[in-house]
């Protein structure tokens, strides 16, 4: 059985590779390379997959995921500057793909127990693009 | 890992199959089959399955735009699909086709080293229809 607990953040970032000039940067990133970032309204829905518990009937225990998404992943990122306030991303571009791969990390060690385990972590930048990580498999 | 990006199209489309006749079109199709077709405004996911490459992407969004606006847009958006896409010419407009089609119209121009994974169309919000791509 899947189980997904959705959370959002607000937060800056700036997609740039110093070591490239303007004109590459440009080329890879867009308007994701403007020099001083932008910022989006990421939501985040965390899958949990696993069997009810028979006692308590539960995956896995929805207050206790919220805590742990807010402790891991909204406390720290929302309305900051990710490139500036939240490592890896002072040496990490901060795509998409690289935060969903962080959220990942985060949560992978927090979310395990005998009967459930992180399944998929999407990642949503805007409501046009998002994508999905289910772990190094 | 995956990313998947949302397009969106308006076009329009009637179906109709000359294998029945037109009491037979008008019970299978319904309304979809008035004889001067209708419109909607067609959602189009595209989703991309590869590793992370070194500049932290799967793929490179504006290259991934521009072949989806170049490849099916352009030639999709304010459309009449029974008669502006020779891709579809001697089938049936339905959803299910055109997925097959446009998957067809990507991969024809696909240069990415990440893969096609998936096509996925809302025809309305009511109805989407999705093509894992092998």
């Not at chain 1, 207050?63 to 040496?91: Q, S, T």
């Not at chain 1, 979310?111 to 459930?116: K, S, T, V, W």
Request: include cysteine; hydrophobic fraction near 35%; proline fraction near 5%.
């Amino acid at each position: 059985m899947l189980l997904t607990r959705k959370a959002e953040f607000s937060a800056s970032h700036v997609c740039r590779n110093p070591a490239l000039s303007e004109e590459q940067n440009r080329a890879l990133y867009g308007v994701n390379a403007n020099p001083h970032g932008h910022g989006h309204n990421y939501v985040l829905e965390v899958t949990i997959e696993g069997e009810p518990d028979p006692v308590t009937g539960m995956v896995f225990d929805l207050r206790e995921l919220k805590e742990i998404i807010n402790a891991e992943v909204v406390n720290p990122m929302d309305h900051r500057f990710l490139n500036h306030e939240v490592p890896p991303f002072d040496r990490t571009i901060p795509t998409t793909e690289n935060i969903a791969v962080e959220i990942w990390k985060r949560l992978e060690n927090r979310i395990a127990l005998p009967n459930a385990r992180l399944q998929n972590v999407r990642l949503y930048e805007t409501t046009d693009l998002y994508v999905d990580f289910g772990g190094e498999r | 890992m995956r990313l998947t990006r949302r397009y969106r199209f308006a076009a329009s489309h009637r179906l109709n199959t000359e294998a029945l006749t037109t009491e037979e079109n008008a019970r299978l199709y319904g309304k979809c089959n008035n004889p001067f077709g209708h419109g909607h405004d067609y959602i189009l996911d595209v989703s991309v399955e590869g590793p992370v490459d070194a500049s932290g992407q799967i793929v490179e969004r504006q290259a991934l735009d521009a072949l989806v606006e170049q490849q099916v847009l352009s030639r999709v958006d304010h459309r009449n699909l029974n008669c502006d896409l020779a891709e579809l010419k001697g089938q049936v407009p339905t959803t299910e086709n055109l997925a097959f089609t446009i998957e067809a119209m990507l991969q024809r121009q696909w240069t990415f080293p990440a893969r096609l994974a998936r096509v996925r169309i809302s025809e309305t919000a009511r109805n989407t229809f999705e093509l894992e791509t092998k």
